[in-house]
């Protein structure tokens, strides 16, 4: 990579199955800054992340120079900041910068939220209620995305993933071990503009290089319903 760099003082702490761990390493990859990595186990968190992270004591956390960074998009924006060659994460006109950061939140806040819901789901009615709340608040985020930037979201910066495609990607492009987990078809008919922008960010060879393996995913899901 044209701008790979050797920093041995970049440590993340983070769990495979977190899809918030992997915003940082694509961001960190995309960057071309080597770091080394510590899977943190999150039934029995070690000494070193409750120190690194006694607020909030959960992965990721983003040790650079021996100073701990955690919450994955504020990582994202100190990756930006830190790292400033490109490819930029996010734009440098303030006011599209201040889009791009509402709908990270908006997806954060609003969707994240209903899909660890229906993972922890016990009934079929139960799971199809919060199925249809997913698809409407999924509805808003494509209306939005079409009232701000047209057919094409912000998920790309040219070639290469954005700050907001790094966000959905992580947690959406999962999607597929859900359907297989539930037996279901999970909304990809009723948002098909959403799941056609994540099918695309499916592509990207650092998706795919970070998702954890799909049969793993499936079992690791299944296990939540028992």
Not at 128 to 140: A, F, H, P, T, Y
Not at 208 to 214: A, L, N
Request: proline share 6%.
């Amino acid at each position: 990579m044209a701008h790979e760099r050797n920093d041995h003082q970049v440590v993340i702490y983070g769990s495979w199955i977190s899809s918030f761990t992997a915003r940082v390493k694509i961001a960190l990859k995309l960057k071309g800054i080597d770091y080394e990595y510590v899977e943190e186990d999150i039934t029995n968190k070690s000494q070193m992340m409750l120190n690194y992270n006694p607020i909030h004591k959960k992965v990721p956390i983003l040790v650079h120079q021996g100073r701990p960074i955690v919450e994955s998009q504020v990582i994202l924006e100190y990756i930006d900041e830190n790292w400033s060659h490109a490819p930029k994460l996010l734009p440098e006109d303030p006011y599209e910068k201040a889009k791009i950061r509402f709908w990270a939140k908006f997806f954060d806040e609003k969707i994240i939220p209903v899909i660890q819901a229906i993972l922890r789901s016990k009934s079929g009615e139960e799971r199809e209620n919060l199925i249809q709340e997913l698809s409407e608040v999924i509805q808003v985020f494509e209306e939005g995305m079409k009232r701000d930037y047209g057919e094409k979201p912000p998920l790309f910066n040219g070639d290469s993933l954005g700050f907001l495609g790094i966000v959905v990607s992580a947690y959406v492009c999962s999607y597929k071990p859900i359907h297989e987990a539930f037996a279901t078809i999970l909304l990809a008919e009723k948002n098909p503009a959403f799941f056609s922008w994540v099918n695309e960010l499916l592509e990207h060879p650092l998706i795919k290089e970070t998702q954890p393996p799909h049969d793993r995913l499936v079992a690791r899901f299944k296990s939540l319903q028992t």
